[in-house]
């Protein structure tokens, strides 16, 4: 079956069983999530036990905690400015599950991240977020008129009425984008591990005649040499989610005294700091 038809059948088996598959029940993603969510709590409460009175993280788990957090409000405020301070803790939640959902996918079979209906989920919460920032910040009359561009007159309503259909349009195709970006990238490297890792067995396959160097061969862990690159995707897909979701909430918040300038100056700070 199709990977991504695949996805979508553990969400709805039935769908599966109709289309004569296998029939999937997707209570796993429910289980993998759940021990994503557990072991940021756990790992939580251990940094906090590192936090003296006086402010100092003093653990190896504190320091980790404290690095994080200001990495993801370093990022908010280098590409808002102040303002992007209260925005740290949702950037923040974000990257701690994608990154540790990331993580578990190099020792585990499945991973949440790997799933498409589950990134599709989180990205439905993240564009949410960023649409009630931006009604909260401008109100939803203004916030409506930012999908329209800059103030037209005269026969150039039009326009403006074709760019608020585009900016439209394009908002939908960001749920698109950064589910099947994670997806694509997290579950392609599994797809990748495995084939790798039966290629000597495929080569070397000959149930006639064992050989002591065919069970050797057969033995390579050929895939595991991709582990550094795996671990690199990791960080790169929970950094690309967290900076893009950044971004979105920089340009529905903007005002428009912010220059443009001013605004491509933090981006490009935020993207250097990373």
Same mark, same amino acid.
């Given at each position: 079956m199709n990977p991504l038809l695949h996805s979508i059948a553990l969400t709805f088996p039935r769908l599966a069983d109709e289309s004569g598959g296998e029939a999937y029940i997707g209570y796993y993603i429910f289980v993998y999530s759940a021990l994503v969510m557990a072991t940021i709590l756990i790992f939580g409460a251990i940094a906090k036990k590192g936090i003296r009175t006086n402010g100092a993280w003093t653990t190896v788990?504190? $320091?980790?905690?404290?690095?994080?957090?200001?990495?993801? %409000?370093?990022?908010? @405020?280098? !590409?808002m400015g102040p303002r992007g301070k209260k925005y740290g803790p949702f950037l923040f939640g974000l990257w701690s599950f994608i990154f540790i959902g990331n993580l578990y996918g190099l020792i585990l079979n499945q991973t949440p991240t790997a799933d498409w209906s589950? %990134? /599709?989920?989180?990205?439905?919460? =993240? !564009?949410?977020?960023? #649409?009630?920032?931006? &009604?909260?910040? %401008?109100? &939803?009359?203004?916030?409506?008129?930012?999908?329209?561009?800059?103030? !037209?007159?005269?026969?150039?309503?039009?326009?403006?009425?074709?760019? !608020?259909? &585009?900016?439209?349009?394009?908002?939908?195709?960001? /749920?698109?984008?950064?589910?099947? $970006?994670l997806f694509a990238n997290i579950h392609g490297g599994h797809q990748l591990? @495995?084939?790798l890792s039966s290629v000597p067995t495929i080569m070397m396959h000959n149930p006639?005649?064992? =050989? +002591?160097?065919?069970?050797?061969?057969?033995?390579?862990?050929?895939?595991?040499? /991709?582990?550094?690159?795996?671990?690199?995707?990791?960080?790169? #897909?929970?950094?690309?989610?967290?900076?893009? @979701?950044?971004?979105? &909430?920089?340009? +529905? =918040?903007?005002?428009? *005294?912010?220059?443009?300038? *001013?605004?491509?100056?933090?981006?490009?700070e935020a993207v250097m700091a990373g």
């Open positions: 788990p504190a $320091r980790l905690a404290e690095h994080s957090i200001l990495f993801a %409000n370093g990022l908010a @405020t280098g !590409m589950l %990134n /599709l989920g989180m990205a439905l919460v =993240t !564009m949410g977020y960023v #649409q009630f920032e931006g &009604i909260k910040e %401008n109100g &939803i009359g203004g916030h409506i008129l930012h999908f329209s561009g800059p103030k !037209m007159t005269g026969g150039f309503v039009i326009i403006s009425g074709l760019l !608020m259909i &585009i900016e439209i349009i394009s908002e939908c195709f960001k /749920l698109l984008s950064l589910s099947i $970006r591990v @495995t084939g006639a005649h064992p =050989t +002591v160097l065919q069970f050797i061969i057969e033995g390579l862990p050929i895939g595991g040499l /991709l582990l550094p690159l795996k671990v690199l995707a990791c960080v790169i #897909q929970a950094f690309v989610w967290v900076i893009l @979701t950044a971004t979105y &909430i920089s340009l +529905v =918040t903007s005002h428009e *005294d912010h220059s443009e300038e *001013d605004s491509h100056d933090g981006i490009a």
